[in-house]
């Protein structure tokens, strides 16, 4: 009857559950069984608080330096948290109690760490550091060697005298050395698991209470070094406009522009058009934008490389990726009949070997590189030649020097602005129209039309600057606002035909990778919350027990949704937002959790777990449920959070009591649309499951 206009509505309510996989799965088999994918006002609606890059082809050129040099790595970020951070060492979860009983057992014998470490070996997913060698030099040694890089490595490997840096994470040639957070709040707002960062990899206090897993329960896979690092790196620094518990643990602070202090391009995936920001003030006293930060930095390297670096030849390690002939490379997983157990692209990651002139890192910075014309921006496995593009943009912004003589200058956020919009096809209707141009004769369907008649449509900053400016259906994304209609995922393949990202081209419910087979996730399951106290020992829901000081403490499901009472995760410490929100970090609980560890609305609690130790003013609300607390993100430990009781430290933050856990499945690759893409597949950071214990301060004179 609404034919196809039923809609669900997600967000981090189920996101962040650890089998958060299988609800989307459940929810995309829903609402595809019942016709609803690719209809405006049906499918589903995904929102979690991320922002959608619309020129997305454009985008990535410049913000991973492709123009110049392929490929970028990208890693996954929980996977790098996970090992960086040694939270691995407290975790002995094996993957085969996740399993299904009626799986093939290729994960018996395994931790969950351990399918990580073999899925980065295999290629499935990144891996960075990848090497116990420097990628650099792995060049030079191959070229005195008088061999390919990409042959030295398997030689190296197959000798036994190279090794992968996720097997020994905690071996020194394979700390992180150096960290740049810019654009985040690492340390206060999003570390699953903050209280293993301050530890092992800043060195700072902190409040871990799990103990290491013992031997016999390890993974098997990993050098296990008995004594873990503190304090990985060497050199940590941080770019922002205020104070947080990221600028106060770094060893340099970069004060940022704010978005009211420079120039930047907006789209989000709620609204049919990209704008821009614009400087009403220049950055006051020290403050400087995140691009002139870099393009200084970029200068400086490029001063001191003739004497430390010059050029050098570069060993990158790629994974298997989606929409490439890789994804179909290890047709299911058997490799049994290989000669040789290291295949780049097959087997193992692929090698690739790229020229970096560091002397020329500036003047690239300034300009786009070649690449964009020859081979081509790819997206979506099709290729946009943006070169007329190219010619308009030197003839209007100049070219540079050096390396970049010929290109296009772009040593300005409003240049590069505009260069990011005129090459993608959301604001250059001769790109998109282009690229329908190439997936009609791909498809044997016929596309160009949801674009040609703004095939001469060309989005300038200036025009952003005046208004908000409609974007163009483009092949980068699978919606169509042809007409003027809003933009809805799938439409392009439901209307025109246009084939799935997927194995067979259509809509897939059944995953027959052997690891989701083997985790009885072939097709969506109902799985519940992870069982925490028999896998790590926590105390039930529900459980009622009495802490050292004899105080009454309940063990409850701890779930950290967005704050209440703060401008996204930024401003928590805006005086407006702390007088809504009680002047400091706060948790919510139910009148029954409250009225059986005998609190009362507004006095100070300690929630602790194997995780760290957090300490807040209650408050007694009807509206959560019983067994459960909330602690909204981001609060900050730097607004009125005392001393602990019960360890004499600072109070954590609302992710002290969270940490990494990983889902074998969720690093299944190397086949179809599972093969790895940035930004589409891998490990979540997920926290919904977690358990803690809470109880009345027995002393409510807390201590700063």
Sequence with gaps: ESGGRSQIVMGAGINHYYHADEIYRTILALTSMCATQGVNGGGWAHYVGQEKVRPIAGWSQFAFALDWVRPARQMISTGFWYLTTDQWRYDATPAERLASPLGAGSLAGKTTADTMVESMKRGWTPSYPTFNRSPLLLGQQARQAGMDPADYVVDQLERGELRFACEDPDAEENFPRILASWRTNLLGSSAKGTEFFLRHMVGAD??????????????????????????????????????TSTTLHSDVVLPAATWYEKYDLSTTDMHPFIHSFNEAITPPWQARTDFAIYQQLAGMIAQWAPKYLGTQTDVVAAPLTHDTPDAMTMAHGDVSHLPHQWVPGVTMPKLIAVERDYTQLLNKFNTIGPLVESPGIPTKGIMLVPDKEIEALRRAHGTGEGAGKARPLIDTP??????????????????????????SRRTGTQLASLSQEEAGKQVTFAQTQSRPQPVITTPEWSGSEHGGRRYSAFVVNVEHAKPWHTLTGRMHYYLDHDWMRDMGEALPTFRPPLDFTTLYGEQSPGT???????????????????????????????????????GGQTIWMSPQDAETIGVRDNEWVEAYNRNGVVAARAIVSHRIPQGTVFMYHAQERTMNTPLTESTGKRGGTHNSLTRIVLKPSHFAG????????????GPTGNNRDEVTVIRRRSNQEVTF
């Design 206 to 243: 902190n409040d871990v209470q799990a103990t290491e897993t013992p031997q016999g329960r390890r993974p098997v896979s990993m050098t296990w070094r008995d004594q873990a690092p503190q304090g990985k790196l060497d050199l940590m620094w941080t770019a922002d406009f205020h104070t």
């Design 544 to 582: 009622v027990s009495s802490a050292q000081s004899g105080q009454a403490q309940v063990a409850v499901r701890y779930i950290t949704a967005h704050n209440k009472w703060a401008i996204h995760s930024q401003y928590y410490d805006n005086l407006h937002m702390l007088t809504l929100g009680r």
């Design 670 to 681: 190397g086949y179809a649309q599972l093969s790895y893409a940035f930004n589409y597949i």
């Design 414 to 439: 409003i240049k590069a602005g505009d260069a990011v919009m005129h090459m993608s096809g959301a604001t250059n209707g001769r790109l998109a129209t282009q690229g329908w141009q190439t997936l």
